[in-house]
């Protein structure tokens, strides 16, 4: 432990500077170009054997993918601020997952997911209030900023990355990091699971920073998270001239209203939560005109992931009765998918007692996931085959931290994720390379 605690912190600095980096250039799913071609380029210069690009992503799976000429100004971009080259073309068109590969003699196989996708949103540029456009390392790009910490699991890959590479007399085994993209809207765990990245693996994990839980909590595995779906529907009518001849019209809007209406009313499910929403309705093109088209945004979730279906047939029968009443046609395009799952509970178990062990760790009360995390197919699916798969939450909250004469804490404490000044504490990073790789040896000790 003495080793691994010595070897975190010779690393932490390069560990800050590259949350950093990426934080700067911060790029939204699917987009992510840089930010994966200069993963797979560090993880392969340190020895790794590296897949990206279409390797490790079903194209077939993949959902919520941006336009084709929005994919290639980001690329570009990638190009322009310093991108790797040969892996810049591997992940070009979108495809922008890694996974590096570290064969180190027989034994299990032992997977850690990375998510490294920003929201799409724009960060605060207030110095006074945002520690990032203080120290000059908020995002440059106005349309996608990391609100959720994603810039700090990418690092931690690396760090993990590095840590198990030079403690590998320590190990047996072979180890998968899985830097993942579009974790945002639930849109690239599937694409990974359906490339077969995660067939192999024995023990499955992956970690969350949370900036509302105090620095150095950890709860070992996550259980409850909400199945989801999320589509856009379409609904096509006619226009017409809304006083001269509205009755040659199809009203896509009217279609649209009893829709929304009917799908706020679907019954819930005795066997668990469910829930829909409604996020976005936009319908016609002018006062006079018989609205022809109405686009919805729509998300359903569940329990499970059995009473999500139930919700999402439900609501696919409601939209599809309700164009069907005016005359008008429907299409859906799928946007995103979580299934429902909960953490092993004898690793969840190790891994707090090892956490414990390391020292610097204290316990978060067990608590359920209220939202939806598409690292659930990586769980089941390792599941499913007899393995083990957990989900560790770790603490990173800024609440009395001192940053150059600055309290960052406070009410900027209970700024949560998803926000324009979301932060955390970097102190964490070391935490959490420390708690992932000690599992990992754990796992694979000799």
């Known amino acids: 432990m003495s080793e691994l605690n010595a070897l975190v912190n010779e690393i932490e600095p390069q560990l800050i500077a590259t949350r950093r980096d990426f934080h700067r250039y911060a790029e939204s799913g699917w987009c992510e170009f840089r930010t994966a071609s200069l993963i797979a380029r560090r993880l392969a210069d340190m020895g790794y054997a590296v897949q990206a690009g279409r390797a490790v992503i079903r194209d077939e799976d993949r959902m919520g993918v941006p336009a084709p000429d929005v994919l290639q100004a980001r690329w570009q971009r990638a190009v322009n601020e ?52 203080r120290e000059g390392f908020a995002s440059l790009h106005p349309e996608a900023c990391h609100a959720c910490g994603h810039d700090g699991h990418a690092a931690v ?24 993209p579009a974790e ?31 620095l150095g909590q950890v709860l070992g595995g996550k259980d409850g998270y909400l199945a989801t779906t999320k589509f856009d529907a379409m609904i096509t009518g006619t226009p017409a001239h809304a006083a001269g001849a509205p009755q040659k019209g199809k009203n896509a809007l009217l279609a649209a209203a009893t829709a929304v209406l009917n799908l706020y009313a ?47 047939t439900y609501a696919f ?44 760790f204290t316990l978060h009360a067990p608590e359920s996931g209220s939202g939806s995390e598409d690292y659930t197919y990586m769980m089941r699916r390792v599941q499913e ?40 504490d970097e102190r964490a990073l070391a935490l959490a390379v420390k708690l992932l790789t000690a599992v990992t040896l754990d796992r694979l000790g000799n």
């Open 82 to 133: 310093g991108g790797d080259p040969e892996f810049l073309e591997q992940v070009k068109g979108g495809f922008t997952g890694v996974v590096g590969v570290l064969h180190n003699g027989d034994g299990p196989t032992v997977g850690i997911r990375f998510d490294i996708d920003a929201l799409d949103l724009s960060e605060s540029q207030d110095a006074e209030r945002h520690r990032p456009a």
């Open 157 to 180: 890959g690396l760090g993990v990355a590095t840590v198990l590479l030079r403690l590998r007399n320590r190990w047996r085994g072979t180890v998968k990091l899985i830097f993942q």
């Open 184 to 214: 945002e809207g639930v849109r690239g765990a599937k694409a990974m699971v359906g490339a077969g990245v995660v067939d192999d693996v024995q023990v499955m994990l992956a970690h969350h920073l949370y900036s509302g839980w105090k």
């Open 266 to 312: 679907i019954p819930p499910h005795r066997d668990g939560i469910t829930r829909i929403n409604v996020g976005r309705l936009e319908a016609g093109s002018g006062r006079n005109v018989i609205p022809a088209q109405a686009y919805l945004a729509i998300e359903t979730r569940g329990a499970t992931t059995e009473i999500n279906e139930y919700v999402y």
């Open 317 to 360: 029968r409601v939209l599809e009765t309700a164009a069907q009443m005016h005359g008008c046609t429907l299409s859906i395009q799928p946007m995103g998918a979580a299934q429902g799952a909960d953490s092993t509970p004898e690793l969840a178990r190790r891994v707090e007692q090892i956490a414990l062990n390391i020292g610097g």
């Open 385 to 424: 085959q007899g393995g083990q798969a957990t989900f560790i939450g770790l603490g990173a909250d800024l609440s009395g931290a001192d940053w150059g004469g600055a309290d960052w804490g406070g009410g900027h404490s209970g700024l949560g994720h998803h926000t324009a000044e979301f932060d955390f």
